[in-house]
């Protein structure tokens, strides 16, 4: 397939407020790899939305009237065949970050991020990475840290993984691209995105941002 055949990423906008959607459909058609597929006004519209227009990622809002956006990721997350979810909001509370990823959202990121930043962010999402602010990143991490209950469970957790598994979830925690693992550990970006996935289904967790908290729960970031 060339470049001209590849498909750009479908995405679906989910907001209350008709400004923020106008405005992210603004920025996000600045990328000719990114398609707005269609928006929804209320959470509660978000399964319908998705059955309608089957987009590749979901943006939505975290607060909204009838049905918040951690209600409804954990809605669209128990779909046959998921669309990854970013939540988008104008702050950062660790509750909210950590609600976020626990029902199953692959990012996180501020409505006040940059143009770029929210558009890496999808194409992130979309490519089996994770996203989230670098400040909510840090948080996320503070939090989880010192928690000794969380940190032994995690530990049997990771005990399951084989010591390459291992070594790759440690360094996708650190922030490295599938393809600088691959460099740092000579290994083909295919086979960093097979042990990523046997990993991520062993845990049982939904996306790479849930296996990075697991590892700095079991203290290897």
């Not at 990328?31 to 959470?43: F, K, L």
């Not at 602010?133 to 991490?141: K, L, N, W």
Request: with cysteine.
């Amino acid at each position: 397939m060339t470049d001209s055949q590849v498909q750009p990423i479908r995405v679906l906008l989910i907001d209350d407020d008709p400004l923020v959607c106008s405005g992210l459909e603004l920025i996000l058609s600045r990328s000719d790899d990114i398609q707005i597929v269609g928006t929804a006004g209320d959470g509660d519209e978000a399964v319908a939305a998705v059955h309608q227009h089957f987009p590749d990622v979901v943006l939505l809002d975290v607060r909204m009237a009838r049905l918040d956006g951690i209600a409804a990721t954990k809605a669209l997350r128990a779909l046959p065949n998921p669309p990854r979810v970013i939540v988008m909001t104008t702050f950062d509370a660790d509750d909210i970050v950590m609600r976020a990823i626990g029902a199953g959202a692959a990012g996180f990121l501020l409505k006040t991020a940059s143009a770029q930043d929210i558009i890496d962010g999808i194409r992130n999402v979309h490519g089996g990475d994770g996203a989230l602010s670098p400040r909510s990143a840090r948080r996320v991490f503070e939090q989880v840290g010192d928690n000794g209950a969380q940190r032994s469970a995690a530990l049997e957790a990771i005990g399951t993984l084989s010591d390459r598994e291992r070594e790759v979830v440690r360094l996708m925690g650190q922030g490295l691209s599938n393809q600088e693992i691959g460099t740092r550990l000579f290994l083909g970006e295919a086979t960093v995105k097979t042990h990523l996935a046997s990993a991520q289904r062993k845990l049982g967790l939904a996306n790479r941002v849930q296996v990075a908290v697991l590892a700095s729960k079991a203290g290897l970031i």
